[in-house]
């Protein structure tokens, strides 16, 4: 008997693209040392649930990227704020943002806030954690 292959265990086609990209950006980043993070939005610009958690080290970057409801990457424009990231508010102007955690933040679980552009009654808040 063969192992379930990716296609088999996902439930539709969103699903598959949006774990294969998270799969791709793990094994080329390497552990812990940078972070993939999905965000899919709906036809009106508004972040959906379902943003995996995250783990980051200190001093490492988060790579934020925008997807369609498809699964294919978008370049809906959307803002991140997160306290222990440096300066105050990512701005994603194409669908993507990266920025390095803090190297001195607190290593705890956080909050953070997504706004879509053309959304902002419907934020969502997502959790990380950081790590030494």
Same mark, same amino acid.
């Given at each position: 008997?063969? #192992? ?5 265990? $996902?439930? #539709?086609?969103?699903? $598959? ?7 791709? !950006?793990?094994?080329?980043?390497? !552990? %812990?040392?940078?972070?993939?993070? %999905?965000?899919?939005? =709906?036809? +009106? /610009? $508004?972040?959906?649930?379902?943003? *995996?958690? &995250?783990?980051?080290?200190?001093? +490492? ?9 498809? /699964?294919?990457? #978008?370049?809906? *424009? ?9 300066? #105050?508010?990512?701005? &994603?102007?194409? /669908? +993507? ?7 001195? &933040?607190?290593?705890?679980?956080? +909050?953070?806030?997504?706004? /879509?552009?053309? $959304? *902002? =009654? ?11």
């Amino acid at each position: 008997m063969t #192992s379930p292959t990716l296609q088999d265990r $996902c439930s #539709s086609r969103r699903q $598959c693209a949006l774990a294969a990209a998270v799969l791709a !950006a793990v094994f080329s980043a390497g !552990a %812990a040392a940078q972070v993939h993070i %999905a965000i899919t939005f =709906d036809g +009106k /610009g $508004c972040p959906l649930p379902g943003v *995996e958690e &995250a783990v980051v080290d200190r001093g +490492k970057k988060i790579y934020w990227q925008a997807y369609d409801t498809e /699964g294919q990457p #978008s370049r809906q *424009e959307f803002r991140i704020y997160f306290d222990p990231l440096k300066g #105050s508010t990512l701005k &994603a102007p194409q /669908g +993507k943002v990266d920025h390095p955690v803090d190297s001195n &933040a607190p290593t705890v679980e956080y +909050k953070y806030t997504i706004v /879509g552009d053309g $959304c *902002e =009654d419907s934020p969502l808040d997502p959790r990380i954690r950081v790590n030494k």
